[in-house]
T-cell receptor
Framework: NAGVTQTPKFQVLKTGQSMTLQCAQD?????MSWYRQDPGMGLRLIHY???????DQGEVPNGYNVSRSTTEDFPLRLLSAAPSQTSVYFC??????????????FGEGSWLTVV | AQKITQTQPGMFVQEKEAVTLDCTYD???????LFWYKQPSSGEMIFLIY??????QNATEGRYSLNFQKARKSANLVISASQLGDSAMYFC?????????????FGKGTHLIIQP
């Protein structure tokens, strides 16, 4: 089925460890993005990409790194995990000009705990 | 200043009643889109309804409708005949055409609980 696939769904990290959250879409979408959701908050944009080789920062980029080597994949890297990065992470993709709600697809979320 | 404001942190509603979830927004971009998402306890984000800033009519999708008042910068979600399965977090979000690459800006959400 078409959609956005995120892995892993759950992860526990120790402070200082690094890891990569994977995100893949098979809809040939130009636009991909990562959000984090903290308790009592809506989603906040971490990084986004408007196409292969192009990435930019969102609202809360510190401590995260991204790359976009292909249209399909947009991994999110935690360089040195901190407890403040305990959160639920969502990947989303859409057409670049898509202003129809139906063209924005979210992954199922990744629950990350940093101890 | 917040771009999306949801003033109801939580709501209790009797089953079968209609529900209105408030959302106000702030933008100077004439072209924008407004979205409502449902997030059940399982965590996934479920798209409900979309309203474009140039749409002449209020959006409707089944039991969901969007009360769009452009001059007041208001985009309230109306759920008719509420059901127990409607219990969830509801988020209002906006995407601006000028800053379209900046993604969606979300409100803090409303926790809706439907009581039998």
């Amino acid at each position: 089925n078409a959609g956005v696939t995120q892995t892993p769904k759950f992860q526990v990290l120790k402070t200082g460890q690094s890891m990569t959250l994977q995100c893949a879409q098979d809809m040939n979408h130009e636009y991909m993005s990562w959000y984090r959701q903290d308790p009592g908050m809506g989603l906040r944009l971490i990084h986004y990409s408007v196409g292969a080789g192009i990435t930019d920062q969102g609202e809360v980029p510190n401590g995260y790194n991204v790359s976009r080597s292909t249209t399909e994949d947009f991994p999110l890297r935690l360089l040195s995990a901190a407890p403040s990065q305990t959160s639920v992470y969502f990947c989303a993709s859409s057409t670049l000009t898509g202003f129809d709600g139906n063209t924005i697809y979210f992954g199922e979320g990744s629950w990350l705990t940093v101890v | 200043a917040q771009k999306i404001t949801q003033t109801q942190p939580g709501m209790f509603v009797q089953e079968k009643e209609a529900v209105t979830l408030d959302c106000t927004y702030d933008t100077s971009d004439p072209s924008y889109g407004l979205f409502w998402y449902k997030q059940p306890s399982s965590g996934e984000m479920i798209f409900l309804i979309y309203q474009g800033s140039y749409d002449q009519q209020n959006a409707t999708e089944g039991r969901y409708s969007l009360n769009f008042q452009k001059a007041r910068k208001s985009a309230n979600l109306v759920i008719s005949a509420s059901q127990l399965g409607d219990s969830a977090m509801y988020f209002c979000a906006m995407r601006e055409a000028g800053g379209g690459a900046d993604g969606l800006t979300f409100g803090k959400g409303t926790h809706l609980i439907i009581q039998p």
